[in-house]
């Protein structure tokens, strides 16, 4: 299983060097608006960990992989282990990136120092890994190219549906919108933040365990699914 694992990563061996030139630079200057570098290094990062799957059927490895003498199931999780790696060394790079250059240059940095700290990269790994538990089965079932397409409808309608909810309650509970009303939600964030502080650690931990835990249950069907698959 572990020589899949070696085998996924040497094929998105130039895909890692083409984004880490692109986009190292890129997190670097993000680095001092912090509010965009957590979008970009997520970008950055759901790249690595995707991007071998989504240049799959150019690739043609699927149909490598299934003929050489290993089961489904060790593909399934060769390519789990492949997943998160990538989410791991791009969360990594963007942040030894983006502290390297706040550090050179201090006084351009702008926004709270807090989205560039461990504990913010921790949160986005728990993103990555959930959205590796959707995008994986979908994957395995509809194949590299319908199932990236069809991770990235779902995911356009969840934010859609976050949003449309997010402005309903809102709106029942008499709160402005954060366009409309930025004072008052920097005063609501503050509020926040003092609630968050001191159960920060419980808060990661908690995250964490749902994260692993989706992520068991997306390896099983998974496994389900593929071994059932006729490719």
Known sequence: MFSLVRKDVAAAGRLFWLVLAVG????????????????????FSAILAFGSLAIEEYQRTELLWISVPVTRAQIVTA??????????AGLTIGWTIANG????????????AALL????HVVLLAVLILAAAVHLPLHFRLGAGRGLMSFIAISVLGMI??????????????????????????????????????RLTLLLALLAAFSAAMLLISLVISTRIYETRDI
Not at 79 to 88: D, H, M, P
């Open 161 to 198: 549906v976050v949003s449309l909810a997010t402005r309903l309650i809102l709106s029942a509970k008499g709160l402005p919108s954060p366009t409309s009303d930025p004072a008052a939600w920097r005063e609501l964030a503050a509020s926040w933040i003092q609630w968050v502080e001191p």
């Open 79 to 88: 390519r789990y282990i492949t997943t998160i790696l990538g989410a791991v």
């Open 117 to 120: 700290s461990l504990e913010a």
């Open 101 to 112: 250059a706040r550090r050179l240059a201090p006084a351009a940095a702008e926004g709270p």
């Open 24 to 43: 190292g630079a890129q997190l670097a200057a993000l680095a001092f608006l912090p509010f965009s570098y957590m979008l970009g290094v997520l970008t």
